[in-house]
């Protein structure tokens, strides 16, 4: 009972730190989007202007949009029931503000230094090795934090999530480092076809084994709360953490199946990349039916439902994966704007809906008054829905349009303008999400710092 | 040369990941599952809702403004995609 007191009395300093974080770098994150999506509808309005041309917006938006947004929304959230779960108080509140001071220097960093051009030029890496030290320093710090914790913890059992945050910011502060090379200051690169393979081996990592593993431990804290119900199995969600950690760790070179890498690997990750129908359904079968008959609690909490929208992503961008491994399938969906859309059901629509849910259904608690306004969230979640949704569906239509014309072997400027509307219509969508992003950052501010509530 | 990075990695992430996992197996983290799926449940000390105050009118029609001009906008470059641009 004392340990119950003494968590809820913790002044959760560095979960509000990555909320604020989280909200803060979403509208930085999603306002480069934007840029980079009207600087293909038109290419020269930009010009000239050496900071932002495309080659530097992108990798600025990119590392924005994981380290900057979504990864410290879910930390916030876990920040917060980390503890709980444990039945302990986090072992360190100052390392954990330090962690995010480091965290935001490196995000600052990342920007100035891709706009001033100093990249490694590997897609998902191009950091330069002073920030990747910082990034590989934060994780590790994080790491650190949440291990002490456990071992001061009072709960024996670690549930679920426990194991997919330990996981996940272990696994990162490792691969990160392999995957930008970083014994090699220099280039941060190997060289010729072993760096693609090193790279995608990373790049694959950072949504499978950080993204997707944060993303179910909020899943998995947030669902039975908000449904008052316990989980509906422990052990098969301990079955689908193994089996992610056995599987997801080596499947990166489904991104290099057109390229001369040795067949074996290619064949490893087409199999594994179907084998990951096992941990994912385990997850959501589990979601799912914990939530089962009570869809009217997670509607009445947006944080739920923002996390429970992420989940039904998470079963389209992951089928959609399995078959996007497939050698056949991948000559058309390869080199063009199916991927794009792939990617953004994936980090925006599922692993960026559950950090916003994350960040809503733990403000309350973390501020300890309801949030500023729900309204204001739930605009929030419409905006962002239809923008993702509607990303989705353009730039397949666009990715389709490509695939066949590479195909057939038609020139590229003969195709460019054929998908020109839908660039069109997905910077609209950008517009829609960077609007929702602003909302969203006052809404947290007020939620965290305000003193009155707004009415609904 | 990638296969010794490889092989240092699957070797060490392997023993790593079977270390833990016999931690795991003799600390009794697989037993106890019925008790596991109540964990989230069990720290319901949620605050009491604060009651709302009386809604600064600034606000809402700033924040209604700008919600409003980014869906206009983003009508306005639908409708120019798809009727007007050639
Ligand atoms: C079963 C799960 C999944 C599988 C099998 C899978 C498979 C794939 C494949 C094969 C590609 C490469 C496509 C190509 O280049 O032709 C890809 C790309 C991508 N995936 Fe997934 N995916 C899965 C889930 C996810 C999730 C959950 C996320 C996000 C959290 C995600 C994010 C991405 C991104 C961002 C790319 C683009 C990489 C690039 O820039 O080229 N995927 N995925």
Redesign the interface.
């Known amino acids: 009972m004392a340990a119950e007191t003494q968590t809820l009395e913790s002044p959760n300093t560095t979960a509000k730190g990555f909320a604020l974080t989280s909200a803060f770098w979403m509208m930085i994150a999603t306002f480069f989007g934007l840029l980079g999506a009207t600087e293909l509808v038109a290419p020269d309005l930009t010009e000239n202007i050496g900071g932002i041309v495309f080659g530097r917006v992108r990798p600025t938006h990119v590392n924005l949009v994981l380290f900057g947004f979504v990864t410290p929304g879910l930390l916030s959230a876990a920040f917060y029931f980390i503890p709980r779960l444990l039945r302990t108080r986090l072992f360190s509140e100052r390392l954990g503000v330090f962690t995010v001071v480091v965290w935001n220097i490196a995000l600052v960093g990342a920007v100035a230094t891709l706009a001033a051009g100093f990249t490694q030029g590997r897609e998902y890496a191009e950091l330069i090795w002073p920030i990747d030290i910082m990034v590989v320093a934060a994780f590790s710090l994080v790491f650190y934090n949440f291990i002490m914790t456990v071992k001061n913890r009072q709960e024996p059992i670690l549930y679920v999530s426990v194991w997919y945050v330990l996981a996940g910011t272990i696994l990162t502060a490792c691969t990160f480092a392999l995957g930008n090379v970083i014994w090699k200051p220099d280039s941060g690169a190997l060289v010729g076809i072993h760096d693609a393979i090193l790279l995608w081996f990373y790049g694959h990592n950072v949504f499978g084994l950080l993204l997707t593993p944060l993303s179910a431990a909020v899943a998995y804290y947030v669902i039975p709360r908000a449904c008052r119900a316990p989980l509906y199995s422990h052990t098969l969600s301990l079955l689908g953490f193994w089996a992610l950690i056995v599987v997801y760790t080596h499947i990166g070179t489904h991104h290099l199946l057109q390229v001369p890498v040795p067949t074996w690997l290619k064949v490893v990750a087409i199999v594994d990349s179907v084998a990951m129908v096992i941990p994912v359904m385990a997850f959501l079968i589990n979601i799912w039916y914990t939530a089962k008959g009570r869809l009217g609690e997670i509607h009445a909490d947006i944080g739920a439902k923002f996390v429970f929208t992420g989940t039904i992503m998470y079963f389209f961008v992951s089928i959609q994966g399995s078959l996007m491994a497939l050698p056949d399938v991948q000559r058309v969906t390869h080199f063009n704007n199916w991927v794009v859309a792939h990617a953004h059901i994936g980090v925006l629509g599922f692993a960026g809906m559950i950090a916003l849910g994350g960040l809503y259904y733990t403000i309350p608690k973390l501020s300890g008054k309801p949030l500023y306004s729900r309204f204001l969230a739930d605009f929030q979640y419409w905006m962002v829905l239809i923008g993702m949704v509607g990303f989705t569906v353009v730039l397949t239509i666009a990715g389709l349009i490509q695939g066949n014309a590479w195909l057939n072997g038609e020139t590229v400027y003969r195709v460019l303008p054929e998908i020109h509307v839908y660039y069109v219509v997905r910077a609209g969508l950008g517009l829609m999400i960077f609007s929702s992003a602003v909302l969203g950052f006052y809404n947290i501010v007020r939620s965290l710092f305000g003193k009155t509530g707004a009415s609904s | 040369?990638?296969y010794p990075?490889f092989i240092a990695?699957?070797t060490i992430?392997l023993t790593i990941?079977l270390v833990v996992?016999y931690w795991?197996f003799k600390?009794?983290?697989?037993t106890?599952?019925?008790?596991?799926?109540?964990?989230?449940?069990r720290?319901d000390?949620?605050?009491p809702?604060?009651?709302?105050?009386?809604?600064?009118r600034i606000?809402?029609y700033g924040?209604f403004f700008?919600?409003a001009?980014?869906?206009g906008?983003?009508a306005?470059?639908?409708t120019?995609?798809?009727y007007f641009?050639k």
Do not use: C, W
């Open positions: 040369m990638y990075y990695y699957i992430g990941s996992f795991a600390t009794g983290q697989f106890d599952q019925q008790r596991a799926r109540f964990l989230p449940l720290d000390a949620d605050h809702p604060v009651k709302a105050t009386r809604f600064n606000e809402i924040l700008l919600a001009a980014g869906l906008a983003t306005a470059v639908l120019f995609a798809l641009s």
